[in-house]
């Protein structure tokens, strides 16, 4: 049965995914309102489609917004997250790796989304091309999405953050919240995915200002705190 589930998905999902991401550099043409139009519409399709066929629902736990933008720092286990946290946050800003920016047409349609670009090099001049992208999304109200430890891990692995998320911080001068996620254990990276809940649990805000020690640890344990407790 599951893997009937998963069949179904793939084919409903990534085919009908097809004209709808075609179509996000052509909307791009038309401004942002029309490239987060389609991408909002992507986001949902994406939603329906994993509860409908996979099976898998949400559990959120914790306020998910504060008054003005803030940075939201995500456990990422799984591509589900990317696009739920999209759909959940409105329209954050996104920090994503150089190589996905790099890709013809579609890395100028997701910066013109609003995506900051990332250089895992760290580079002086890399951070402060970031700073600057993510200053511009605060000016328009956006709050900044990061996936602080850089990459999808597998449940239980916990790897120190990237040198991106302590800059963000130091220069932005916003609070944090952080979201400690658990979709790896129904999406795994091999295999197929698993009908389950996938639970979202958004953290106390962390405060601007703090040590950079001390605030890389709050976060770090706080997007951990579903992998402590399992």
């Known amino acids: 049965m599951n893997r009937l589930r998963n069949l179904l998905f793939k084919i409903v999902f990534y085919t009908l995914s097809v004209p709808i991401v075609l179509a996000t550099p052509i909307s791009a043409v038309f401004g942002r309102g029309a490239i987060v139009f389609n ?91 970031m700073v600057k992208e993510a200053k511009a999304a605060l000016s328009e109200g956006r709050s900044i999405l990061i996936f602080p430890e850089g990459t999808r891990v597998p449940p239980g692995e916990q790897p120190p953050l990237r040198a991106g998320f302590a800059g963000l911080y130091q220069m932005l001068k916003i609070p944090v919240i952080p979201i400690a996620i658990d979709s790896g254990l129904v999406w795994p990276r091999h295999g197929p995915k698993q009908a389950g809940v996938v639970t979202f649990r958004f953290g106390e805000a962390i405060p601007a200002g703090l040590p950079r020690d001390e605030a890389e640890a709050r976060v770090h344990a706080a997007i951990n705190a579903l992998d402590v407790q399992g």
């Open 39 to 129: 991408t909002h519409l992507w986001t949902k399709f994406h939603h329906w489609a994993t509860k409908t066929f996979l099976g898998i629902h949400q559990h959120i736990e914790g306020p998910q917004f504060l008054d003005g933008p803030v940075i939201y720092a995500a456990k990422h286990q799984a591509m589900y997250e990317t696009l739920e946290l999209g759909r959940m946050l409105n329209t954050p800003a996104i920090v994503m790796k150089q190589e996905l920016a790099n890709i013809p047409v579609w890395g100028w349609a997701a910066r013109v989304y609003g995506c900051i670009v990332v250089d895992r090099e760290a580079s002086a001049g890399a951070l402060r091309r």
